[in-house]
């Protein structure tokens, strides 16, 4: 790995290797950060979109990438038309 390689870059690198890792596995594949540099940014790339975590029970989450997701208007601009689940039209 790159010097200038980030936190979010390694961690991202990992996931898209192992998706679905346990986020405990996650650490260990990354011996040269701490749990807590992996904790936090983990934190960070889950509530900015860029990764996803699933609860598996009692403290234990896998981590993915997000599946991208094809719109074709933003969901804020659904008319009053459209079912707000599903975005289907109703016309």
């Known amino acids: 790995m790159s010097q200038l390689e980030t936190v979010a870059d390694r961690i991202l690198d990992a996931v898209h290797c192992a998706p679905g ?3 405990d596995d996650l650490v260990l594949s990354l ?3 701490t749990w807590n540099q992996v904790f936090l940014e983990v934190d960070h790339l889950s509530r900015t979109g860029q990764v996803r975590l699933t609860a598996m029970g009692k403290g234990k989450y896998t981590i993915w990438l997000p599946i ?3 719109r074709t208007r933003p969901p804020n601009q659904l ?3 459209d079912d707000k689940k599903t975005g289907v ?3």
């Open 68 to 70: 991208k997701e094809k």
């Open 31 to 33: 011996p040269e950060l």
């Open 21 to 23: 890792c346990q986020v």
């Open 79 to 81: 008319s009053r038309f």
């Open 89 to 91: 039209s109703s016309l």
